[in-house]
């Protein structure tokens, strides 16, 4: 009997019947809104102040080739210190590390070390607010100094290390935990070492805007850099390549910038003297008809 009462009286629950708790009283949306705001504005100025003496502190290191290598060292023990033995992969680690202090002595690692510090700090004062274009100056005496620099240019084991491109795995990134602040510059990129990529996308493109005729001498330095490249190869059959194919195809975008500089006259002269010299060109074909373009539209 009794089984049969609790029986009727479970059937008599309508089904859906759960007690929900009640919402909390209306929230006072506005001062919410006014306290996010504030949160927001108190984590920038933080934010500011904290990326500032980062710059400063990298900055100091800068200064010089030896407190360059000291900064790098220090941060290489520092995102060292703590880490346990994980078998073959920290033991590999550990091979590359030894390999790197190898050339840390060396002079070439020294400076290039400093051009990365400087190039990292430009990064952040970009991100910390400073336009690129102010920082162009800068930028353009940086890329300078290294090409006057045929040691620094031809050190590669140096190189693969100052001159590596600035991420998430290098040791003064994980130091001063910055890695979100490397993405600021447009058209930069993240590596120190990348000259000709400055060169193409930062510098020659604000000397083209400003009409500017160094970017001709950008042309024939770059043409002068590759054929050493080239040459040191040492293998004929790519010399003849570079000197017949390469060559003649950056002397006519050199030419196109010659007339983007307002000196048309020049740039078809120079236009139809590499038509008349290359006429087994693989771009023959577009070069007349680009050319020919260029006369029909007149000046």
Same mark, same amino acid.
């Given at each position: ?10 059937? !008599? ?15 006072? @949306?506005?001062?919410? =809104? ?8 108190? @984590?920038?100025?933080? +934010? ?9 502190? /990298? ?25 346990? $033995?994980?078998?073959?992969? *920290? ?16 002079? *070439?690692?020294?400076?290039? #070390? ?10 952040? @004062? =970009? ?25 620094? #240019?031809?050190?590669?084991?140096? %190189?693969? =290390? +100052? ?8 040791? /003064?990134?994980?130091? !001063? ?13 993240? &590596? ?6 400055? =060169? ?18 950008? %042309? ?6 590759? @054929?050493?490249?080239? $040459? ?6 790519? #010399?003849?390549? !570079?000197? *017949?194919? &390469?060559?003649?195809?950056?002397? %006519?975008?050199?030419?196109? $910038?010659?007339?983007?500089? $307002? ?7 120079? #236009? ?14 577009? %070069? ?10 007149? *000046?």
């Amino acid at each position: 009997m009794k089984r049969l009462a609790l029986g009727c009286f479970v059937c !008599f629950v309508p089904a859906g019947t759960v007690l929900l708790a009640r919402d909390l009283p209306d929230v006072n @949306r506005q001062q919410l =809104i006014a306290e996010l705001e504030k949160m927001e504005q108190s @984590r920038k100025e933080q +934010w500011e102040v904290g990326i500032k003496k980062v710059i400063a502190e /990298i900055s100091a290191a800068a200064q010089s080739p030896l407190g360059a290598v000291k900064l790098y060292q220090s941060a290489v023990r520092a995102t060292q210190e703590g880490k346990k $033995d994980q078998g073959p992969a *920290t033991r590999r680690t550990a091979r590359n590390q030894q390999q790197q202090e190898d050339v840390f002595g060396s002079s *070439t690692f020294k400076l290039g #070390m400093q051009f990365r510090l400087r190039y990292l700090t430009m990064l952040l @004062r =970009i991100s910390a607010g400073e336009s690129p274009e102010s920082l162009f100056p800068e930028l353009e005496r940086y890329v300078n100094e290294i090409l006057g620099d045929q040691k620094l #240019m031809e050190d590669e084991e140096a %190189w693969r =290390i +100052w001159g590596n491109a600035i991420g998430a795995d290098d040791p /003064i990134v994980q130091m !001063f935990r910055i890695e979100p602040y490397l993405k600021g510059a447009k058209e930069w990129g993240t &590596t120190p070492g990348n000259i000709d990529g400055l =060169i193409d996308s930062v510098l020659m493109p604000h000397y083209r805007e400003k009409k500017d005729p160094k970017l001709i001498q950008c %042309w024939d330095d770059r043409i002068e850099r590759q @054929r050493e490249k080239v $040459d040191k190869g040492g293998l004929d059959m790519r #010399m003849d390549r !570079f000197e *017949t194919e &390469t060559v003649p195809k950056l002397q %006519w975008q050199r030419a196109m $910038d010659i007339r983007n500089l $307002d000196e048309p006259n020049r740039a078809i002269s120079e #236009m139809m003297a590499l038509i008349r010299q290359n006429p087994g060109h693989p771009d023959f074909v577009q %070069w007349v008809a680009e050319l020919k373009g260029l006369l029909a539209g007149g *000046t």
